[in-house]
DNA sequence: AGTATTGAGGACTCTTTTATCCTAAACTAA
DNA sequence: TTAGTTTAGGATAAAAGAGTCCTCAATACT
């Protein structure tokens, strides 16, 4: 298991190339598709839900595209995570018992209980800005890699 | 999504449960299934996986059903994860981004990989006997509730 | 006004996960 | 040896996730 889902990680990759890409244009969510080498569809799907939950601005037409409605710095990993995956991965029981807590504690319950908060800290800490400046800084890839593109990649790492 | 699948969780309560029905004797799954309020043919399938993998002994017919193949203080939880789920959860990118690393990281690498390795840690720390003991002494529950049982619960807790 | 462009959103397909069912094989006990 | 019990394992079905495709509505530009 992921940890996330392919649509999350779809949707951070998105948010983190608008955020390279700059703020002030609505960017065409067929262009940051190509970019990442994804399904423009599929992405669109993605996106929508973004939308609707009010981090994105969207328009239509010539022209249109999505960009964020408040600055890149402002929003955190954990915003987009909770939009399309939910906070599942933050609040659940880990071993999904319904109804674990403090009163009634599965035997995992209090050790993974630290844990989520480390872990959610870590996602209410990052920033899409922060994030794209790490882009930046160490020359990175969000691409998808296509089959052929993992060839290659299994290639040049055996030498 | 949740940090485990659900076939997972339920190896993973299974085993605790194997833990603290004693080590002796074969239990059989459909009983350990009874308990958990499974479905037996789903968790014999489960099971089937943790024995091919040499965590369990299984055994046919009359009296027959599974046990632990080492002490259950000696089985780690993260070798039921990685029976069932693998450990890509533990060693791959949060972004899914394919050669993702330290000579090209994603923009989350660092700090993820600082995670990983405590949520590794928490995996490979708990062992089966410590983890049915912590059943005993919080007297609680891994069966999985019903529908009714879930009315039941919610109904308690308004009160 | 007309046309091309772009997101919204529904319908649909494919894959994986979850779950059920059936038969075979191994085993116990009478 | 026969009957009953239990895991092994394949076939199948249902549900959820991933991905595609088509039409509609909004918009910009001519």
Same mark, same amino acid.
């Given at each position: 298991m992921?940890?996330?889902?392919?649509?999350?990680?779809?949707?951070i990759?998105?948010?983190?190339?608008?955020?390279?890409?700059?703020?002030?244009?609505?960017?065409?969510?067929?262009?940051?598709?190509?970019e990442?080498?994804?399904?423009?569809h599929f992405?669109?799907?993605?996106?929508?839900?973004?939308?609707?939950?009010?981090?994105?601005?969207s328009?239509?037409?010539?022209k249109g595209?999505?960009?964020?409605?408040?600055?890149?710095r402002?929003i955190?990993?954990?915003?987009?995570v909770?939009?399309?995956d939910g906070?599942?991965?933050?609040?659940?029981?880990?071993l999904?018992l319904?109804?674990?807590?403090?009163?009634t504690?599965?035997? %995992?319950?209090?050790?993974?209980?630290?844990?989520?908060?480390? /872990? !959610? $800290? #870590?996602?209410e800490?990052?920033d =899409? @800005?922060? %994030?794209?400046?790490?882009?930046?800084?160490?020359?990175?890839? /969000? !691409? $998808? #890699?296509?089959?052929?593109d993992? =060839? @290659?990649f299994n290639?040049?790492?055996?030498?």
């Amino acid at each position: 298991m992921a940890l996330l889902s392919k649509s999350c990680v779809y949707g951070i990759r998105a948010a983190i190339l608008m955020a390279i890409k700059g703020e002030r244009d609505y960017l065409s969510i067929k262009d940051i598709a190509e970019e990442l080498n994804l399904s423009a569809h599929f992405l669109t799907k993605i996106l929508q839900q973004l939308t609707q939950e009010g981090l994105l601005l969207s328009h239509r037409g010539p022209k249109g595209g999505v960009k964020f409605s408040r600055p890149a710095r402002e929003i955190k990993l954990i915003e987009i995570v909770a939009a399309i995956d939910g906070l599942e991965l933050f609040e659940a029981c880990a071993l999904g018992l319904h109804g674990c807590g403090t009163a009634t504690p599965c035997p %995992l319950h209090e050790k993974w209980a630290k844990h989520t908060v480390l /872990l !959610r $800290t #870590l996602f209410e800490t990052e920033d =899409l @800005e922060k %994030l794209a400046s790490n882009v930046g800084d160490a020359g990175l890839r /969000l !691409r $998808t #890699l296509s089959q052929l593109d993992i =060839l @290659e990649f299994n290639k040049n790492k055996k030498k």
